[in-house]
């Protein structure tokens, strides 16, 4: 299973990263939206672990995007963010966002989150 992490803060990304790597989870990272897009292109892509606020494309405009296009339109998306704020929350959700995690988080809660979102992925192609 390959994961997508996207968030403008490397140290966010690394950090990320070593959670779900610690599973046995691929990882791929992006800058932002723009670059996430880009890296899509180039790969089996299960998941996406994206940050609200990057600069040139945020983490909505990006669900968006992905949403809009049949061929990423079922991949999950679990945000992850310092919004705590209820309307970012639901236009997350209006959006398309799959799962929505408030930071600081923990391994186990990234984890948990993206086994969750894995589990339902494989649940609906059933």
Known sequence: ????????CRTTRKLLSLYVKAKGFDVQTAENGL???EKL??????LIITDLNMPFMDG???????????SYSGIPV???TTEKDAEEKRRAAEAGVS????????ADDVVKNVRG????MFEQEV
């Open 78 to 80: 679990l945000m992850v």
């Open 60 to 70: 909505i405009e990006l669900t968006r995007t992905l949403r809009a296009d049949p």
């Open 99 to 106: 799962g929505f995690i408030v930071k600081p988080v923990s």
């Open 117 to 120: 979102l894995m589990k339902n």
């Open 35 to 37: 670059d996430a897009i």
């Open 1 to 8: 299973m390959k994961i997508l992490i996207v968030d403008d």
């Open 41 to 46: 292109a180039g790969g089996n892509i299960n």
